[in-house]
């Protein structure tokens, strides 16, 4: 282990000083406002749509933190040197799950109130009237459905506000302890990220078609968890160096690594994705097939399913397999926009679907696309930056006294 800095890096800017107080208050207005439009629709067009709407949005939010948690824990379960200097942004990103937490609040509404509406299985008179959802009722219930999400959120916050403040404690300190304990803890992290986001994704996500049989639901939601943090921090890490942050700590090499990392994801996305839908077709039960038949029957979703083949595994492959995009920021920061738009097409084509299904009556809940899916993704996206911006004020953007500091400054690809 090596601390010491490379000459040059000391006189760079590596706090947002008073940058963050901008970026925290233009968060905060546009996510409110992307709130206050879609609560008036919600009460115009019913709020069947205002609920599929956020959830597809949250999930896609959570997603992120979910994904920055999962590479904080896998650089200290691994002891990684490189990612030193970049991992300080994931903690914080991570660090918004208490906040996250809160937002989830409102999923729990409808839940309660049993609206048929959003999940089937939480109306008690459909539950009776469904043989498989009265059979499925000692799990899929509102009482032990609100007990889990309170565990997951707990596991994941204490995780996320643990490492957070452990990394900035030894900025202080300067302990090598610091990085032993969060060491000693990322193994037992890692599995309890595991099962907690396994289980979340079928209980959120999958439930919303609770006569579907999955096993492989919870990695495909992590795919897309991890592919998506790390487009996100692509584009963080440039617009911090545009913004004249961490201008030398950050170097090619890190940009080259993060591209590796989600160019492999996205393959790991595409095998997932691919091989849950070629067991399923092969074997041609209805129990299956009928998730994969609401998203190929209507000209609109075999497009968005064409779409996520193409622009979800084609284009992010033949844009970042090659060592040129990947150790040039603009074009790393261009391929990871992309994929952060195909991001949100995926979680789309997971919630959206079912719950138009449900609403068939209703020409406005069964369209495949509503403003609130995007007045929604600004509110939430808004609200997200700014816990994010919040816990960033005042504090330094990379761990200034880890000990493996010194390698990641100077850390080259072979």
């Not at 994931?90 to 999923?107: D, H, K, N, S, W």
């Not at 008690?124 to 609100?146: C, G, I, M, T």
């Not at 309170?150 to 900035?168: K, P, Q």
């Not at 004249?244 to 700590?249: A, D, E, F, Q, T």
Request: net charge neutral; proline share 5%; aromatic share 16%.
């Amino acid at each position: 282990m090596n601390s010491a800095a490379p000459a040059g890096v000391l006189d760079e800017q590596r706090r947002l000083d008073d940058l963050a107080p901008k970026l925290a208050l233009g968060a905060v207005l546009v996510g409110l406002i992307g709130l206050a439009v879609s609560l008036v629709f919600g009460f115009i067009d019913g709020w069947a749509v205002f609920f599929r709407s956020y959830i597809l949005n949250y999930a896609y939010v959570l997603s992120f933190a979910l994904g920055a948690l999962f590479f904080v824990l896998l650089q200290h379960v691994t002891r990684a040197g490189w990612s030193v200097v970049v991992r300080r942004l994931a903690e914080f990103v991570a660090g918004a799950l208490p906040a996250l937490a809160v937002l989830f609040v409102p999923i729990l509404v409808p839940v309660l109130l049993g609206f048929e509406g959003v999940y089937p299985w939480s109306n008690a008179e459909q539950r009776h009237a469904d043989p498989l959802l009265e059979w499925k009722s000692p799990y899929l219930n509102p009482a032990f459905f609100v007990v889990r999400c309170v565990v997951y959120f707990a596991v994941w916050a204490w995780l996320a506000r643990y490492y957070l403040r452990r990394s900035l404690e030894q900025d202080q300190t300067g302990r090598v302890e610091s990085t032993l304990a969060m060491q000693r803890w990322s193994g037992i992290g890692i599995v309890l990220y595991g099962l907690t986001l396994t289980f979340f994704s079928i209980d959120v996500i999958k439930s919303l078609a609770p006569e579907w049989f999955s096993t492989v639901f919870g990695v495909y939601y992590f795919s897309g968890c991890v592919v998506g943090f790390f487009a996100l921090l692509a584009v963080g890490m440039v617009g911090l160096q545009r913004a004249g942050r961490l201008s030398r700590s950050i170097t090619v090499e890190h940009y080259h690594d993060v591209g590796k990392l989600a160019f492999g994801f996205t393959v790991f996305w595409a095998y997932i994705a691919y091989s849950q839908y070629m067991l399923y077709w092969y074997a041609n039960l209805p129990e299956e097939t009928f998730w994969y038949s609401a998203r190929q029957e209507t000209p609109w979703w075999a497009g968005v399913s064409i779409l996520l083949v193409i622009g979800h595994f084609v284009v992010p492959l033949l844009a970042l397999i090659s060592r040129f995009p990947k150790r040039r920021k603009n074009w790393l920061a261009a391929a990871a926009l992309w994929v952060l738009v195909m991001h949100w097409v995926d979680v789309y084509y997971l919630v959206a679907p079912r719950a138009a299904q449900l609403h068939e009556a209703h020409p406005v809940s069964a369209a495949p696309l509503h403003v609130t899916d995007v007045s929604l993704l600004v509110g939430l996206g808004g609200l997200f930056l700014f816990a994010v911006v919040r816990l960033m004020a005042g504090r330094p953007l990379m761990p200034e006294r880890d000990p493996r500091l010194g390698e990641s400054l100077a850390y080259e690809n072979i």
